[in-house]
């Protein structure tokens, strides 16, 4: 019988980072399954620029599993939002440097909520439809005028980059990325399993 693949999952930690952003997304790619309940699809870590523990927004501190040097190559790489993102991120140009050059290797580069920022000062998000947090659709549109920002949706897929809006809808966009990659089957035995409510469209 064929080895199941394991989708490799890679999430960006920052100082400042909104926590939902990242666990949320974390959540869903670590309870995913294989209809056996046991395989894992997905096999996900945690990145930040040093491998120090980081400060969340409202004080989580999260150790990180790699830094910028040791962390491996990934299948889909989540770039979470949050104060940090303005703050610092933003103007880190490792940060940027990483996300772009890993961008090439990956087969799902993400974002979720003001990580959108980061995509596209990284050039990534350039003569493409994209969506963020509600409250930055028009400074994402502003910095950024090569960028379609668009308005109410849970997310925005184009291809190998998905952009997705605030906070709780990384949720969203993951559980489109487990029916994208494994089917409506296993991303509702997921979703049933967190008893989470999920609206699967179609998959081009």
Known sequence: MPTKKQWSVGILLFNEVEVLDFA???????VTTYEDFETKAFLVSTISETGEIISARNGLKVQPDYNFENAPLYDIIVIPGGPGVQETEIHNK????????HSQNVKIMTSVCTGAFLLAKAKLLDGKQATTHWLSYHRLQKDFPRI???RDVKFVDQGNIITSAGVSAGIDMSFHIVNRLLGSKIAENTAKGMEYNIKLGKIN
């Open 24 to 30: 949320g997304p974390f959540e869903v790619f670590s």
């Open 94 to 101: 490792r940060v940027l440097k990483w996300i772009a050059s």
């Open 148 to 150: 379609e920002v668009l």
